[in-house]
């Protein structure tokens, strides 16, 4: 019977594939070892311990270079385990840190400071950054729209005209 455009032409053993579905060769990789965690995946452990507000710009902070796994760049699907040094770079500045607990769900600020211990010397280099940053002088933003009057005559007094 040659096949209709009315009627749908299926593979031969398409039937066999509905009653014997493939076997599954590959196992999902465990992720708790008697009744403890042993890995999250990196980005939900950063949005987690609050470096990040979503885990979407931890992923995208994974995939930029911006996050390192003991050393080496971290894709956001990496596994975290306790132990692991990270190197992480964000808008609060660099931090390096050792993982002391794993965790997927977010919590208060003071629950998300025991997830991670940062080094003695990350601090103190944070700390000098910021020291540094108080001490430039701040330059006030331009701006926007037109001068108002007062503005007007200090351009004037600038320019010698009054």
Same mark, same amino acid.
């Given at each position: 019977?040659?096949?209709?455009?009315? %009627? /749908?032409?299926?593979?031969?053993?398409?039937g066999d594939r509905l009653r014997n579905?493939?076997?599954?060769?590959?196992?999902?990789?465990?992720?708790?070892?008697?009744?403890?965690?042993?890995? @999250? =995946? *990196?980005?939900? !452990?950063? !949005? $987690?311990?609050?470096?990040?507000?979503?885990?979407? +710009?931890? =992923?995208?902070?994974?995939?930029?270079?911006?996050?390192?796994?003991?050393?080496? /760049?971290?894709? /956001?699907?990496?596994? @975290? %385990?306790?132990?692991?040094?990270?190197? @992480?770079?964000?808008? &609060?500045?660099?931090?390096? @840190?050792?993982?002391? *607990? +794993? &965790?997927?769900?977010?919590?208060?600020? $003071?629950?998300?400071?025991?997830?991670? %211990?940062?080094?003695?010397? &990350?601090?103190?280099?944070? #700390?000098?950054?910021?020291?540094?940053?108080?001490a430039m002088p701040h330059f006030e $933003?331009?701006?926007?729209?037109? /001068?108002?009057?007062?503005? %007007?005559?200090? *351009?004037? =007094? #600038?320019?010698?005209?009054?």
């Amino acid at each position: 019977m040659a096949p209709t455009a009315a %009627r /749908p032409v299926f593979l031969s053993n398409f039937g066999d594939r509905l009653r014997n579905p493939p076997s599954r060769e590959f196992e999902i990789p465990l992720r708790y070892e008697n009744g403890e965690m042993t890995g @999250v =995946r *990196i980005d939900k !452990w950063l !949005w $987690a311990a609050r470096f990040f507000k979503t885990r979407s +710009l931890a =992923r995208r902070a994974c995939e930029l270079g911006r996050i390192e796994s003991n050393g080496q /760049p971290a894709k /956001p699907a990496r596994e @975290v %385990r306790v132990g692991d040094t990270l190197q @992480v770079r964000n808008d &609060s500045g660099d931090f390096q @840190v050792e993982v002391l *607990i +794993l &965790s997927e769900m977010r919590g208060p600020a $003071a629950v998300a400071e025991t997830l991670y %211990r940062e080094t003695q010397a &990350s601090r103190e280099l944070r #700390l000098k950054l910021a020291e540094e940053r108080k001490a430039m002088p701040h330059f006030e $933003a331009l701006r926007e729209g037109k /001068p108002s009057k007062r503005d %007007r005559r200090q *351009i004037g =007094r #600038l320019r010698g005209r009054l």
